[in-house]
């Protein structure tokens, strides 16, 4: 079976390799199918001529069909003549009624001189480019190399030749380690490591400063919650009842774990995929399967279970298809897909996959730790109880020796044992004994939700016409979409849902490194190489630098699928490493920083902000994983689900400054400092955050509790340190935040809103009180406290606090 | 973009006199963000993916703001709006066989179910002579004013999903709401206000905050929930012990120091924060105000019915034990009309929960007592105003409910009703309505549409109408397709139009 979108043999216009060839077409003003023709016909035409309607016997997005003759005996594109291409006469039509498209504005003159060119030139066909082999060319040379450091410069300096842009230079160090941190632990650095790092002149030092943050747990648990988005990982079952999910957290920890242990992404997918089907299948393997059990369950009074069972199956197919293919096959749940070459039938042997994966349960540790501590735990108590044993044996013997022993007749067991025991020396030692055997440590073991493959009774799956589970149409088997490459020696598809995790990365499918590295460099640069991160689809953008990102692909399987080694080619680059500073005279040309001149700006993620906020100011607890928490939530917020019975119970202890990502996550009714700064809702899987900008957002950090105890503690903590003066205090709770010092401006500013806290507060002690709280400290008056808050919440409302520059 | 970012080397102190503290704040303000809500979507949307905003509607629209009141649940249509005398003739009969065997229940035995009448005496009310059941007289007063239909109809059998079908035309999640569309669509009118906001009386409903979502698009553009009394909007009160004088000094502080860090590195989303903290700071101020209802005459709140006590009785599913929903529920219908006044484009009021599979009567009456006077009032009171013709106001729910009583295994008391999509009723007033009509009809014992059957895709494409949009055209593109609030459905009804 050919199983390639390309039917047939061409003289191909362009190269499709990315390498130096491909930077002619980039540059190029030549018309070629997939700069300009694919995306207009993507746009314009496909809806109505493409894989799911065909009016007027029209398909475009195929060759062999665009060239054959339509019902009205007419031919869309006679390769070589335009003026004998129906397509062009109706595109530049000048009646409204004859015009094509028939919707929406005509096609502009360049589109339609572009169409009748690329038909002369023999209007030729080329696939779309993210189901084309990776490319395998060398990087470019830029003139330019002064500052390179690795191919990914010399990818984007090229690009930047041809546009006759100048990189930006290297961000200052403060700005570098204050990034690395945000990128890779999402919390601040500490004042040492930012003096050691901006002392520390040796050529490795930055290179030192990567390795140590990706050795980290910090790191895992930062890069844990991209990956949980994509997993729509909650506590919560979703829908009506929404009821508790208690061993959710256990997949999170799963993710963190192996993010941790660098589990190569191969195997990341195929544990998750099916990991109850390999044969040396660990507890751990099956509990990575819990990633399609974040799917919602409805246990609404009066639902049908198969109706919902079939949208959980329907959601993990369409998951599959957004994190691993970057495709949206799920409008292909109801017909074929209108723009993308994905039919109806092909979405159901998707779905066929999956059919047979049944929700179940297993057993196993609570955490690796756990496990380590019950094991030692046990250890000691077996030695205690052997000590005790010994003990009764020993008062036993003794006894036996004794002169009321010899008395005793017959000497059994039982005999002995009830003579024993009428010696309070030895009844007490037994029940001693006793009482240690039944305080035996228990297996930290607990029940998680995983997927298991249903062995009997095995379902066959169907086209459902319309996605309606009652209207099965015909069988069909397991299978990948034909557009992409099959798999094995014969180029088949793969037969079992284990087969197909490890099509997914054999290596031999170049959208899913594709994909996965697009996913890892928007979370370094807040964009991806493919901006459209969750399309790769002929809609979809393309890649701003397609060499790149197949050079990026191949890297990451030569680098044995490993994240941290990729993350580091990446952070390693001089184009990571520049400053972020817009530059205005580029905004016409380039203002979204497609060719990378420049670092980006964005505003960090919902549990970062408070991860910032709580490690500045000293209260951000390090427990990694376990069950999920319950930080202080305004009055009402959870009255709004529709389960009265549900309590958020606040939690205690360091459990109130947990990370972010561990919050309790309740599908329909879910913290708003989570919310409010754009955390998905967990229902669908999610490839891109958005960065909401509000009014709401700045109350948030003014005036929410946690917020607001942050700055009480960050005042504390530079109340209690050793320094002198405002000055110091002042560049320290600065420093504690972003990192650089603050700016004589910034110091005047500052000073200024001390003093005039200072004046308020002189004559409002009780509100000095007030502001303070709990947050006291000792020999400093509360009024000079609550101006020194007063200052450094504004300070923590820095844009530049929360945002990664 | 304001003139401040088409010049970003203006001094300090022009751009200080011209915006974050002077008069020029609101220019400034409203220049970022009339977009959707108070929000500058613009900067964040421009730089996460293709937009197709646009803040002029399409054509001249008749309504400006709607009120949308949500009664989640479902409300029976037959004891309420649909008088069925042949229901009552039948009841305690068994379905007729032919709807049985293929129609589809959630709790209901259909071998065993049987018809149920209602009790409620039904009256005709105003010119056109619309029906209402005994249990909303004073809705019945503005029956010339409303358009009835009770010919809705959806796919969706279960609650959460049939309630996010009616929210965001399309029972997946991720989609956004109706409120969100038409902020996305008009932005908002309102300075000092969001453009969609939310009030909800009684329990939770099913959707919970899913209700009010903005989906794919920027999270300005999802319901920000009111509260109705004490903190109106979460996160507006100062800490404990710091007065607004010094909120005021921090927030100067704060703008030198953002605007010094615009000048250095020139990055539009830092002057959207600048402005957004000084939207922030006047919410203070505004929201506040808006639930004060001091200023209301004496009269007006009896009118709505605030401070009414709740009826004698305990355990009804339509509140909890600690809630005073009927005094919520009318003080809510009040603040919808201040926010109306207030610019604010869309007003879910939400309240749950009318899923009545069991002692119906007593349940119905709970809810149809809490929200009958203060509706009516509130269409009174826009009337008196003149805001109805720009104000449209919407009651409706996911769904109906069964003319069979319900038979679940346990409970064949046959004293509630079961899920019902497939006929169901709701009203529309002002806005461009033209009220005193009835639009579509039910079989003689309102189990199927008979007349003008009205998909919930076609109510909300006229929805949009109403306010000068095509549904056609009010898009969105995501993962490469362009999505709309009506799905791949949806008619405008033009009958309904004044």
């Not at chain 1, 096959?329 to 994966?357: I, S, W």
């Not at chain 1, 942050?710 to 405002?726: K, M, N, P, V």
């Not at chain 2, 010339?144 to 965001?168: A, I």
Request: glycine content about 8%; aromatic content about 8%; hydrophobic content about 35%.
């Amino acid at each position: 079976m050919l199983r390639l979108a390309l039917p047939f043999a061409l003289s191909l216009l362009v190269a499709s390799s990315y390498g130096p060839a491909a930077r002619a077409e980039e540059s190029s003003p030549a018309v070629t199918f997939a700069q300009n023709i694919q995306p207009l016909l993507a746009q314009r035409c496909l809806e109505c001529h493409g894989p799911d309607a065909q009016e007027g016997g029209l398909r475009l997005d195929r060759r062999e069909t665009a060239l054959a003759e339509l019902d009205s005996g007419d031919t869309a594109i006679v390769p070589g003549d335009p003026a004998a291409s129906a397509l062009i006469e109706r595109v530049a039509s000048e009646s409204a009624d004859l015009r094509m498209p028939p919707e929406g504005e005509p096609l502009t003159h360049d589109e339609v001189e572009q169409l009748r060119k690329w038909i002369a030139a023999g209007a030729h066909f080329t696939g779309h480019w993210a189901y084309e082999p990776l490319s395998t060319a060398q990087p470019p040379v830029p003139r330019n190399t002064v500052g390179i450091v690795n191919e990914i410069d010399q990818f984007v300096r090229a690009r930047l030749e041809q546009e006759g842009i100048e990189p930006s230079p290297p961000a200052d160090r403060y700005t570098l380690i204050k990034r690395l941190y945000y990128d890779l632990h999402g919390v601040t650095p500490t004042i040492a490591e930012v003096d050691d790092f901006v002392a520390n002149t040796s050529p490795d030092a930055y290179e030192r400063l990567v390795d140590r943050l990706l050795a980290s747990p910090r790191f895992a648990e930062r890069w844990a919650r991209h990956w949980l988005d994509k997993a729509r990982y909650a506590d919560s079952d979703g829908y009506e009842k929404d009821n508790h999910r208690p061993d959710a957290w256990r997949y999170r920890d799963w993710v963190i774990h192996a993010i941790h242990t660098d589990l190569p992404f191969d195997e990341f997918t195929i544990q998750q995929l099916a990991g109850d089907m390999l044969l040396d299948r660990t507890p751990l393997a099956h509990l990575a399967t819990a990633f399609h059990r974040q799917t919602l369950t409805n246990t609404e009074g009066g639902t049908d279970q198969e109706q919902w069972r079939v949208a959980a199956v329907m959601d993990r197919t369409e998951t599959l298809g957004s994190v691993w293919l970057g495709l949206t096959v799920g409008c292909a749940r109801c017909h074929n897909h209108k723009y993308d070459d994905f039919t109806q039938r092909e979405y159901y042997q998707l779905f066929a996959y999956f059919n047979n994966g049944d929700e179940t349960t297993t057993e196993m540790v609570t955490s690796p730790e756990s496990q380590a501590k019950y094991e030692r735990e046990l250890a000691a108590h077996q030695d205690s109880v052997a000590r005790q044993r010994k003990q009764v044996e020993r008062i036993r013997e003794h006894l036996l020796l004794t002169e009321e022993a010899q008395g005793l007749g017959e000497q059994n067991d039982e005999t002995i044992e009830e003579f024993a025991l009428t010696h309070e020396e030895y009844a007490q030692a037994k029940a001693e004994l006793e009482e240690l055997q039944a305080q035996a440590p228990k297996p930290p073991r607990m029940k998680v939700r995983v997927i298991s493959e249903r062995e009997e009774d095995r379902r066959t799956t169907h086209v459902l016409h319309r996605g309606e589970f009652k209207q099965p149409q015909e069988s069909v088997a397991p299978g990948t979409p034909s557009t992409l490459p099959g798999w094995g020696a014969d180029d088949a598809s793969p037969k079992s849902r284990l087969e197909m995790a490890r099509w997914l990365v054999s290596g031999e499918n170049p959208l899913v490194p594709r994909v996965a590295v697009n996913h890892i460099w928007g979370h370094l640069f807040g964009q991806g190489i493919v901006r459209t991160v969750e399309d790769f689809g002929v809609r979809g953008e393309r890649p701003t630098h397609p060499g790149l990102l197949d050079w990026l692909a191949g890297e990451y399987i030569r680098l044995g699928w490993s994240r941290k080694k990729l993350a580091k080619r990446i952070v390693m680059s001089a184009t990571y490493r520049q400053q972020s500073r817009h530059r205005p005279e580029l905004s016409d040309v380039d203002p979204t920083n497609r060719w990378l001149y420049r670092q980006n700006r964005f505003r960090v993620e919902a549990e970062a902000i408070r991860d910032l906020y709580l490690s500045a100011a000293g209260l951000l607890s390090s427990k990694i994983g376990g069950p999920s928490v319950f930080p202080p939530i305004p009055p009402g917020i959870t009255d709004l689900n529709y389960n009265s019975a549900f309590q958020w119970k606040v939690s205690g202890g360091e459990d109130r400054f947990r990370r972010g990502m561990y919050t309790y996550f309740k599908r329909t009714a879910p913290h708003p400092n989570l919310t409010t700064f754009d955390c998905p809702d967990s229902n669908v899987t999610c490839l891109k955050r958005r960065r909401s900008n509000t009014p709401l957002a700045a109350l948030v950090t003014l005036n929410n509790r946690v917020f607001h105890e942050a700055s009480q503690a960050l005042a504390r903590r530079i109340l209690t340190a050793d320094l002198e003066g405002d000055g110091q205090r002042i560049e320290r709770a600065f420093r504690l935040c972003v990192a650089r010092p603050p700016e004589p401006s910034e110091q005047k500013t500052l000073h200024e809103l001390l003093a005039t806290s200072r004046d308020w507060y002189a004559s409002h002690p009780e509100e000095a009180r007030q502001l303070v709280g709990n947050y006291a400290v000792a020999n400093v008056d509360s009024r000079e406290a609550a101006a020194w808050i007063a200052t450094v919440r504004i300070i923590m409302n820095m844009d530049e606090f929360i945002t990664r520059e | 973009m304001s003139p401040f970012l088409q010049h970003p080397d203006r001094t300090r102190r022009e751009f200080f006199n011209t915006t974050a503290s002077g008069l020029g704040a609101m220019a400034l303000g409203s220049l970022l963000t009339r977009d959707g809500l108070l929000s500058p979507a613009t900067a964040s949307a421009s730089s996460i993916g293709p937009s197709s905003t646009t803040k002029k509607p399409h054509f001249p629209p008749r309504a400006k703001s709607c009120i949308f009141i949500f009664m989640a649940g479902a409300p029976s249509q037959l004891d309420l709006f649909d008088p069925k005398p042949r229901l009552n003739e039948l009841h305690s009969q068994p379905l007729p066989k032919e709807i049985w065997e293929t129609a589809r229940f959630a709790f209901i035995q259909p071998e065993s179910a049987v018809l149920m009448g209602s009790p409620r005496k039904f009256t005709k009310y105003g010119q056109c002579g619309m029906e209402f059941s005994d249990l909303l007289p004073n809705l019945g007063s503005c029956a010339d004013d409303l358009l009835m239909v009770r010919s809705l109809h959806s796919e969706e059998f279960n609650h959460h999903p049939g309630q996010l079908m009616m929210q965001c035309g399309v029972s997946r999640f991720g989609m956004p709401t109706m409120g969100s569309w038409l902020t996305y669509g008009l932005g908002s009118e309102s300075e000092n206000l969001p453009g969609y906001v939310v009030l909800t009386a009684g329990r939770g409903s099913s959707g919970g905050a899913t209700l009010y979502q903005s989906g794919f698009l920027p999270s300005s553009y999802s319901g920000v929930l009111f509260r109705n009394t004490g903190e109106p909007v979460l996160n507006l009160r100062n800490p404990d012990g710091l007065p607004p004088e010094l909120q005021r000094a921090g927030l100067d502080a704060l703008g030198e120091i953002n605007h010094g860090r615009y000048q250095e590195v020139h990055d539009p989303e830092i002057a959207s924060r600048i402005a957004n903290y000084e939207l922030a700071s006047r919410m203070q101020t505004s929201a506040p105000e808006l639930i004060d209802l001091s200023s209301e005459s004496q009269a007006t709140l009896d009118w709505y019915g605030v401070d009414r006590p709740e009826p004698p009785g305990k355990g009804f599913r339509g509140t909890l034990p600690h809630l005073k929903t009927h005094d919520a529920f009318a003080r809510n219908c009040l603040l919808a009309r201040r926010m109306v006044e207030r610019g604010v484009r869309f007003v879910n009021i939400i309240h749950a929960s009318w899923d009545q599979h069991s002692e119906l009567d007593r349940n119905i009456t709970y809810n149809a007592t809490a929200v009958d006077q203060p509706i009516a009032a509130l269409i009174g009171d826009l009337k008196r105003r003149g805001l109805l013709d720009e104000t449209l106001v919407v009651w409706g729910s996911e769904f109906g409910r069964t003319p069979l009583g319900e038979n679940r295994r346990g409970r064949e008391s046959n004293t509630g009703r079961d899920h019902h999509p497939f006929a169901f009723t709701m009203l529309l007033a002002g806005g461009g309505i033209r009220g005193g009509q009835v639009y579509g009809a039910t079989d003689e014992i309102g189990w199927n549409i008979t007349e003008d059957p009205v998909h919930v895709n076609d109510l909300h494409a006229t929805i949009l109408h109403l306010f000068g949009l095509d549904h056609l055209r009010l898009t969105h593109r995501f993962q490469g397709r362009d999505f709309r609030l009506t799905d791949v459905g949806g008619k405008v009804i033009p009958s309904w139009l004044a």
